[in-house]
């Protein structure tokens, strides 16, 4: 079982920038691949970013390509999320998930989220 912490959300303006952090303990990080998940008022979580366990192979939904980028520290066991040129349709409760090694992320480890909220 993987603990995951997130931490960074807040409020920012339209064009502006946020840092996420996912502090993970339990299973050997640099084992298994991350995601970030966001959750907007009244929609479906929805994917946003994943990293594969090196960190060689990163994986994006469209809506954010180019302006948000997935990095991680495994020997900080923390995955980041830059978050630039924020929208206000970025709002969310962001999650980061570690997926169960053969059902997936929904089966898998999820933190407890932070909220994102981007003004117009």
């Known amino acids: 079982q993987v603990q995951l912490v997130e931490s960074g959300g807040g409020l920012v303006q339209a064009g502006g920038s946020l840092r996420l952090s996912c502090a993970a303990s339990?299973?050997?990080?640099?084992?298994?691949?991350m995601g970030w998940f966001r959750q907007a008022p009244g929609k479906e979580r929805e994917f946003v970013a994943a990293?594969?366990?090196?960190?060689?192979?990163?994986y994006y939904a469209d809506s954010v390509k180019g302006r948000f980028t997935i990095s991680r520290d495994n020997a900080k066991n923390t995955v980041y999320l830059q978050m630039n040129s924020l929208k206000p349709e970025d709002t969310a409760v962001y999650y980061c998930?570690?997926?169960?090694?053969?059902?997936?992320?929904?089966?898998?480890?999820w933190g407890q989220g932070t909220q994102v909220t981007v003004s117009s």
């Open positions: 998930a570690a997926p169960h090694y053969e059902l997936g992320y929904e089966a898998g480890s």
């Open positions: 339990g299973r050997t990080f640099s084992s298994y691949a």
């Open positions: 990293i594969s366990w090196s960190g060689g192979s990163t």
